[in-house]
């Protein structure tokens, strides 16, 4: 069998296994200068401290877990060649865009809430944001924006409804207890709606709750 054969075979091979194995992102490596005023911005922010360690050397290492994340954050002394100040555009996830801004700006972060005018959802061109949250408030299309002491860019972005496929749809879990909280807030605007379209109390709420929350989270269509 020749040499690019058995290349090709082992690709195949290799992509019938694909996905077997999960791989959680659980760190990224964040680049900053000064690692006791890192320590100091997203402490004030209110990430959870995993991690403090110093080093032989004298170093510092950080990791922190912002509010219910399963992926956390490291930072110190020597952890990455990037440069300071170098990340761009990592992604936070909300259920409230205007809720994170009211309690990043309570905090002393300036962020600046806004949606594409487009009526899309790109949040990478600072040509294309009209400010304020989406007009209609749609899942995915509301962002704000944040900065830490060395520039690191943070995005928020509010997600509600996922895309279809996005998430397992034979699972529901929530990340804390204001993401549940924020969920039933929802389902029960809905449900409200749908006890003025019946002209009556629904006795079986329980049951239209669980459906609006599960089919929410999966992307599916949501019950009326």
Not at 73 to 80: A, I, N, S
Request: hydrophobic letters at 40%.
């Amino acid at each position: 069998m020749s040499d690019v054969a058995e290349i090709s075979r082992a690709t195949e091979e290799k992509s019938a296994t694909a996905g077997a194995i999960d791989m959680k992102l659980e760190a990224i490596v964040l680049p900053v200068s000064d690692v006791d005023r890192a320590f100091a911005f997203y402490s004030k922010i209110g990430w959870r401290v995993d991690a403090d360690i110093t080093t032989p050397d004298g170093g510092r290492i950080l990791q922190f877990t912002p509010p219910g994340s399963p992926c956390s954050v490291l930072m110190g002394t020597g952890l990455t060649p990037s440069a300071p100040g170098s990340a761009q555009y990592i992604h936070l996830i909300v259920s409230d865009i205007e809720a994170a801004h009211a309690e990043l700006a309570a905090k002393g972060v300036e962020a600046k809430v806004f949606h594409d005018a487009t009526g899309g959802y790109n949040r990478f061109d600072p040509a294309a944001r009209a400010s304020g949250p989406d007009p209609e408030r749609r899942s995915y299309a509301s962002f704000a924006t944040f900065s830490d002491p060395d520039g690191n860019g943070w995005i928020l972005q509010e997600i509600t409804t996922r895309f279809p496929g996005r998430v397992d749809s034979a699972e529901t879990s929530f990340a804390s207890v204001r993401d549940l909280a924020d969920t039933m807030r929802r389902a029960a605007a809905a449900h409200g709606e749908h006890e003025k379209r019946i002209g009556a109390a629904d006795p079986n709420w329980p049951d239209w709750y669980a459906a609006y929350m599960v089919a929410e989270q999966a992307g599916r269509p949501l019950p009326v």
